[in-house]
């Protein structure tokens, strides 16, 4: 028994000497050098080169050449050829280049027996002239994407980053301009060269060093979801004394849409929320400041913010005062903040020309802060692992304080203007008809003598430059204006105060009547409906 034991037991042993000692031979395989032997680097296009290599102490009969892959624009007319040679072997290729372009001849394997030889990798060029061979502004390096993903979620970091290959110097000036396309799907959120990052990758060939350089110069943001087309980059590359200019078409990509679910905020990431409110009372002269933020690491340029809503809405009107981002790129999302200002005033009770009005309103209101929900940065890539996240918001009790508002500058102001223009207007007519009507008559009876007929122009020529000088004095010419740029409605408000409870919204490009000013505020007038208002300056632009 022990006999047969110790006889399996000496057989596996030998087994795995033996596979061992395979193994081994096939690691310790030996590799073997030889020579390549080309006539030049730089070729003109459609013109045919030999490709030779050289190897030593070896017979044609035990080479194996493995099937190398050539770039696109190398074409194999022959090869490979393998003949004897003086002291070993001789490989033959014949190419043909068939399109411009800078290209590396790829390392490929030959064998003999357990030896095995890598070929050294050759950079070439192909131009359709020989005026510079070799330098980029003859023969353009091929310049490519290398955008990581093709799928992003709306407010997801999509980085512009290109790849320019094949170069002799890594450290060419490299500049990028980007065409903001007005599809509204993604927007560059990064100025011209903010990022300007470049990562050199180095490829040893047989003529030195050939080096690739990954560029990232912007950034953009998608906003919504949908399938859609990254803007055009136009690159420049220059070495100092030569330039070359490109321009890298948009590539597809895909914005994916997010579960939908009651009150959707479309965030990702990881969220702190909190509130402030600046008091608790409203009324006409005296709006409420909400300011509703949050903070942490996320999609910030995708979400929709819950909204403020009342209860009230015909008494108590809720704007948007100011949509404040302060976040930096980290990783594929953004870390910082986003703050929303809102604006809560009292819809107005005013004073009139010849009495005042006064409606009920309710003592109390309230102002419901929703809540705000997030999925987990660490699950959104799986759709179907998506953890949600919930922050609480608020209900806020108001309390509203009945007064009457009238406007340091108000609206009577101006009608007063407008009457005292009506009034000098008949006057002047009036005048008009008394002094020319008269001497129009005599004149033609032949009743009246030439020095009355001068006193009565004369007095007439009194009366017009008076008339003018009045205008001027009393009454101001109207100035125009226009609504200044911007990316959300302006508030207009019942009084020069920031703070003020919000009248009405304007959009950009409106156009209004300036009918007053007090420190850095316009009273406006709108051209459409004619509703007046105060206006910050800096947010008109005058005709």
């Given at each position: ?15 795995v ?5 395979f ?54 007319i022959?090869?490979?050829s393998i003949?004897p ?7 033959d ?14 390392s ?5 027996g ?7 990798p ?45 170069i ?9 301009e ?13 100025r011209k060269?903010?990022k ?6 180095t ?44 321009i ?52 910030f ?18 704007s ?25 005033g ?7 020309m ?20 997030w ?66 008559f ?7 003598k030439?020095?009355?007929?001068i ?14 000088i ?18 959300y ?13 919000v009248k ?8 209004v ?6 420190e ?9 409906n ?14």
């Amino acid at each position: 028994m022990d006999r047969k034991y110790n006889r399996k037991t000496r057989t596996w042993k030998r087994l795995v000497i033996f596979v061992f000692l395979f193994v081994c031979s096939y690691i310790s395989a030996e590799e073997f050098t030889g020579q390549i032997i080309i006539e030049k680097t730089s070729f003109q296009i459609n013109e045919e080169f030999k490709f030779t290599i050289l190897i030593p102490e070896i017979s044609p009969s035990k080479l194996i050449v493995e099937e190398p892959i050539f770039p696109d624009g190398i074409e194999t007319i022959k090869g490979p050829s393998i003949r004897p040679g003086r002291n070993g072997s001789i490989i033959d290729y014949i190419f043909k280049a068939n399109k411009t372009g800078r290209y590396i001849i790829n390392s490929f394997e030959i064998k003999s027996g357990r030896s095995i030889m890598h070929t050294t990798p050759v950079f070439i060029t192909v131009a359709s002239t020989f005026q510079i061979h070799g330098s980029f502004d003859q023969v353009p390096p091929a310049i490519r994407w290398d955008i990581p993903e093709e799928k992003y979620y709306p407010g997801e970091i999509i980085p512009l980053r290109f790849v320019i290959e094949n170069i002799e110097n890594p450290d060419l000036i490299i500049e990028s301009e980007v065409s903001q396309r007005t599809e509204g799907y993604v927007k560059k959120i990064s100025r011209k060269s903010e990022k300007n990052e470049r990562t050199v990758i180095t490829k040893k060939v047989m003529t030195g060093e050939i080096y690739d350089v990954l560029f990232h110069d912007h950034i953009f943001v998608s906003f919504k979801a949908g399938n859609i087309t990254l803007p055009n980059v136009e690159i420049f590359l220059s070495d100092g004394d030569m330039g070359y200019r490109a321009i890298l078409k948009g590539v597809p990509i895909i914005i994916s849409s997010l579960p939908k679910y009651e009150k959707d905020t479309g965030a990702l990431g990881s969220y702190s929320y909190k509130y402030e409110i600046s008091d608790n009372k409203i009324s006409d002269l005296q709006a409420v400041i909400l300011k509703q933020k949050i903070t942490g690491t996320g999609n910030f340029y995708g979400i929709t913010m819950p909204m403020p809503y009342s209860s009230n809405p015909e008494i108590v009107n809720i704007s948007l005062i100011k949509d404040k981002y302060d976040v930096a790129p980290d990783s594929k999302l953004f870390k910082g903040s986003r703050e929303l200002i809102y604006s809560i005033g009292k819809t107005r009770t005013e004073i009139g020309m010849f009495g005042s009005s006064k409606e009920e309103y309710p003592k109390n209101i309230t102002v419901t802060i929703p809540d705000f929900t997030w999925y987990t940065e660490n699950s959104f890539r799986t759709l179907s692992g998506m953890e949600l996240e919930r922050s609480q918001g608020a209900v806020i009790f108001l309390t509203i304080e009945e007064n009457l508002y009238k406007s340091p500058l108000s609206d009577n102001q101006t009608d007063k203007e407008k009457k005292i223009r009506e009034i000098l207007l008949k006057i002047f007519k009036i005048i008009l008809l008394i002094s020319i009507v008269p001497a129009f008559f005599f004149l033609i009876k032949k009743k009246i003598k030439k020095p009355i007929i001068i006193l009565i122009i004369a007095i007439t020529l009194i009366v017009i430059i008076l008339f003018f000088i009045l205008t001027k004095t009393f009454v101001k010419e109207p100035v125009y204006g226009i609504i200044g740029d911007s990316a959300y409605p302006l508030n207009i408000y019942v009084i020069p105060e920031e703070s003020a409870a919000v009248k009405f919204t304007v959009e950009k490009g409106e156009n209004v009547e300036i009918i007053g000013e007090k420190e850095q505020f316009y009273l406006i007038e709108t051209s459409g409906n004619g509703s007046k208002g105060w206006i910050k300056k800096e947010n008109i632009i005058l005709e």
